[in-house]
Each structure stands twice: as structure tokens, then as C-alpha cells.
């Protein structure tokens, strides 16, 4: 005889395993139980995707250009950097920390790259490694700093966004940049997949995702755990295949303005995205690991009696997101062709921490996914996108965005508050 535990025996709501615990038999249970969560105020990424929607259906019928095979692949390499960037900052936001020092990480781990690459003519593989390791280097900083000391992630990493941007500009000179013309680095946003591979990689997508939730499925009945029905499954692996194979034959279509020229495939860069999510989701959610971070989010004391390093865990969530930020701080680069001394500063830090509230991870620590990150990063960019196309203002761009962002945090605060009045938070 198995027993189910109940939400008020674990709080288990805000670490993204509650659904191990619960077990609807239909269909039609499991979706009244999804909505009777959202009415108490679990809603994770539901607002970011309905909201996504709105911005897909104005643009479009705002501007025909907006859903064209050419600026949506313009999207997806705009989105790139930002989603890379609020990948990374997920897990210091999980801790209920902040990393102010992010973006800039980001631009002096791409100057390190490019310099690499200019004056000692390193190969791209090598160049690439030393950026990442370089921003790895700084959030090991960051995180003793934070984990040791106890100074508070706000001062530590304000204290590195000042002094990482002395560094740029000592290595490039004010006013000076690098250009990145290194085919491959180059290639990362510029670049396409071939039509055919682009359909294989989205055939193992949607195939490998099947087949995961399925032996996942039939594993939980075998071990008679509480599981999911197969309708909610089969809609999971459908909703996955409808977005993978729709990206992809957009993509596969010529979306050149020239006759003469021939565009098509997936940009590099979205294959790379795929591969994050895919590490950043099984790294959070089927590794001991993950589950630290979650426990340290929700209640670091309460971890720590359990015998949970978190010292060990705050160190290693800043060299996550200063490693994913200098891998940002890369593409940005490839994208822009040059790393300049304003290389990740001004408003990249504001946007990708935007994205990652956006897309339904919790300011408050413990509750966030690394998908999260991608859907509130294409919301991002798909305002600035958005409103790019129908020739706005900068300043609309910037309280557009402000805007969203504070009614995402609104939500965030009322759902966690109607959670704790409900007893799932």
C-alpha cells in the first residue's frame, strides 16, 4: 500500500517536485486540479505565455512584417543573449539572491575572448573556453565574498559591476572596441543550420522528449508512484512537438528580401539555447543538486539542519550565472560584431533579470525553472522587437517594459501570498 503525501505534510509547491506528490486519475481531474492550483496561486509561467500570446496577436496585426520568417529568425537571435543571461541569474535568484554584477561579467569575459583571439590568434574553441572560465572565475569571487563574509549579494555585486567595468575599459581604452571576426564566434548568431539537420535536431527534440515522458510515466506506474494520466502526457508531448517542428519549418523557409539570395535554417544560436535549457532543467530538477538550491531558496536554515552545505551551494550559484553570463556576454559579441567598453553594462543586467521574473521566477527565492528565463527573455525581446517595427520611441520601449515587469513582480508577490493563505507556500 503507497501513501500520498499531502501538501500540508511538505511544502513542496514553490521547488517545482509538488507534482511527484499528487496523483490525478483522469484527464479532467488533472486539469480541475491544475486550475484549483492556479486559483491559489500557482500560476509559474501561465501568465508570461498568455501574455507572449497578447504581444504575438498586437504586433502581428500591427505590422505584417512582424510575423514574417525573417524578423521572427531576427527574434530568435535578439532573444539569445537575454535568455542566456536570465538562465544564469534563475539560480542566484533562487537562493533569493540578486547578481548585479551579471551583465557586466558578461562583457569583460567576451573582451578576454576577443583579445584572445586578435592579438595572440588563439582558435575559437580556446578563446571561447577562457571567457567562460574567466566569468567562472569572477562568480567564484563573488560567491566567497557572499557566502563567507555575509556581505550581502547587493553590495558584493554592485561593488563588481563598478569595478568590472574599470577592467573593460583598461583592457579596450574608453571609446575603443575589438571587432569578433572569427567565423565560428561569428557564425553563432549570423549564421544557419542546414535545412535537413534542423529537422533532424527537432526529430530527436520531439522524439527524445517523448520517449522521456513516457518511460517516466510507465516508470512511476511500475514503482506505483503518483503520476500524471497519459492524456495530460500525450498534451505535454504535443505542445512540445507543435512549437519545435513550427519554429523549425518557419525557419526552413527562404525569408530573404532578395531574389538573388537564398536564407534558410535555424540560426546557430538557437540550437545552443536548446542545449542550456535541456542541462539548466535536468541540473534543477533530476539532480540532488537542484534540489539543494530549491531547499536553500525555500528555508536555508532548515537546510542546513538537514546537512546541506550552503555555503558550498550560494559559492556555486554565482559561478553558474557568471559562467552563463560570459557565454551571454559572447553572443552578444557575435551578434554585435565587436565588444566595446560598454559591452554588458548599460541595460543588459536590467533586462535579463526582468526576463527571469517575467517568465514566473520568484524575487523571493525558491520557486523558478530555467525555462522560466526563455520564455520571459522572448517576451522581452519581443516588445523591443515589437515596438522597434512600428517605429516607437525608445522611451515607449523602456515603459513597456518597466511596466511588464512590475506587473510581473505584482503577480509574483499576490500568487505567494494567496499560496501562503492556502497552505501550498
Not at 579596450?172 to 572569427?182: F, H, K, N, P, T
Not at 510507465?218 to 519545435?244: C, D, E, M, T
Not at 521574473?357 to 520571459?376: H, Y
Request: positive net charge; hydrophobic residues 55%.
Amino acid at each position: 500500500m503507497t501513501t500520498v503525501r499531502s501538501d500540508s505534510d511538505v511544502s513542496l509547491a514553490d521547488a517545482d517536485f509538488s507534482g511527484d506528490t499528487r496523483a490525478d486519475e483522469t484527464f479532467g481531474a488533472a486539469v480541475r486540479g491544475y486550475l484549483q492550483r492556479v486559483r491559489g496561486g500557482d500560476m509559474g509561467s501561465l501568465p508570461a505565455v498568455l501574455g507572449l500570446v497578447v504581444l504575438f496577436v498586437v504586433f502581428g496585426l500591427a505590422n505584417d512584417r512582424f510575423l514574417s520568417a525573417l524578423n521572427l529568425a531576427n527574434l530568435i537571435t535578439q532573444a539569445g543573449s537575454i535568455c542566456v543571461l536570465a538562465m544564469g541569474l534563475v539560480f542566484v535568484l533562487l537562493l533569493g539572491d540578486i547578481d548585479l554584477s551579471a551583465g557586466v561579467a558578461g562583457g569583460v569575459s567576451a573582451c578576454a575572448m576577443a583579445l584572445i583571439v586578435v592579438n595572440l590568434s588563439w582558435p575559437w574553441w580556446a578563446a571561447l573556453l577562457v571567457g567562460i572560465a574567466c566569468g567562472a572565475l569572477i562568480g567564484l569571487a563573488i560567491g566567497l565574498l557572499r557566502a563567507k563574509l555575509g556581505i550581502p549579494s547587493f553590495v558584493v555585486t554592485l561593488a563588481f559591476f563598478l569595478g568590472l567595468q574599470g577592467v573593460t575599459l583598461k583592457l579596450i581604452g574608453e571609446g575603443g572596441s575589438v571587432r569578433v571576426d572569427d567565423p565560428v564566434i561569428r557564425g553563432l548568431t549570423i549564421s544557419n543550420l542546414p535545412v535537413a539537420a534542423g529537422w533532424a535536431i527537432a526529430g530527436v527534440v520531439v522524439l527524445g522528449f517523448a520517449g522521456l515522458e513516457l518511460h517516466q510515466h510507465r516508470r512511476k506506474i511500475a514503482l506505483r508512484l503518483s503520476h500524471s494520466p497519459l492524456g495530460v502526457v500525450v498534451a505535454r508531448v504535443g505542445a512540445v512537438a507543435a512549437v519545435v517542428l513550427g519554429v523549425t519549418y518557419v525557419m526552413s523557409v527562404n525569408r530573404s528580401v532578395s531574389a538573388v539570395a537564398d536564407i534558410r535554417g535555424i540560426p546557430y544560436v538557437l540550437p545552443l539555447m536548446l542545449v542550456l535549457l535541456i542541462a539548466m532543467t535536468v541540473v534543477l530538477r533530476r539532480t540532488s543538486y537542484g534540489r539543494h538550491i530549491y531547499a536553500v531558496g525555500g528555508n536555508a536554515e532548515a537546510a542546513r539542519r538537514a546537512g546541506i552545505s550552503v555555503d558550498r551551494i550560494r559559492v556555486s550559484v554565482f559561478v553558474v550565472c557568471s559562467s552563463l553570463a560570459a557565454l551571454s556576454g559572447i553572443i552578444a559579441a557575435s551578434y554585435a560584431g565587436k565588444v566595446s567598453a560598454s559591452s554588458g553594462a548599460g541595460n543588459t543586467l536590467l533586462y535579463a533579470v526582468g526576463a527571469a521574473v517575467i517568465g514566473g521566477t520568484s524575487l523571493f527565492g525558491g520557486k523558478g525553472r530555467a525555462i522560466d528565463a526563455v520564455i520571459g527573455g522572448v517576451v522581452v525581446a519581443t516588445i523591443a522587437n515589437g515596438l522597434g517595427l512600428l517605429n516607437q520611441s525608445s522611451y515607449i520601449n523602456f515603459l513597456v517594459t518597466g511596466g511588464v515587469l512590475l506587473l510581473a513582480a505584482s503577480v509574483d508577490a499576490i500568487s505567494r501570498r494567496r499560496r501562503s493563505s492556502t497552505g501550498l507556500g
